[in-house]
């Protein structure tokens, strides 16, 4: 295992990991991306870790929404909300950025979640009107506070 994977892996008890799948059960990206499969679930995120940087080229990372609902399921104390947070940075230093961003804030540009995200938040939330949806938290949430003051 490499220097920079090694510190990660052991931080976030990766090595724990049995395999059960209880955080694929819980893992909201099943309903976001039609194409959910092993290698972008959670338990495949943190296997994939395991075997190395080969993961560092795929989706699955930027996939995570970072609900830390996985890591709050792990019956072994896997982190792997926090796997995925710690293993973006190296991601990113691999592909020289993260990828294209599908949409961006209508206030201030910033980077949205990917389109199969925003259309789950439309369907789970529909008492949400869209002007709040098409901005980043920060900028909704100024919004948010100019509409009600
Ligand atoms: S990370 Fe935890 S919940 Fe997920 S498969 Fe491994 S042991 Fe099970
Ligand atoms: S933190 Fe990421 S991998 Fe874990 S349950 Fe949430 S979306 Fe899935």
């Not at 560092?56 to 995925?84: M, S």
């Amino acid at each position: 295992m490499d220097a920079e994977f090694g510190p990660i892996l052991a931080a976030r008890s990766a090595g724990l990991c049995v395999e059960c799948g209880k955080c694929v059960t819980v893992c909201p990206m099943a309903e976001m991306y039609p194409d959910f499969g092993w290698e972008t679930s959670p338990r495949g995120l943190v296997q994939l870790a395991l075997r190395g940087r080969e993961l560092l080229a795929g989706q699955g990372l930027w996939r995570c929404t970072q609900c830390e609902a996985c890591t709050r399921t792990c019956p072994a104390g896997v982190d792997c909300c926090g796997l995925v947070a710690d293993l973006r940075p190296l991601a990113r230093a691999e592909l020289g950025g993260e990828p294209a961003a599908e949409a961006v804030c209508a206030m201030c540009g910033a980077p949205l979640p990917p389109a199969p995200v925003l259309a789950y938040l439309r369907r789970a939330l529909p008492q949400v009107p869209l002007e709040y949806l098409d901005l980043c938290p920060a900028c909704r949430r100024e919004r948010y506070i100019r509409n009600n003051s």
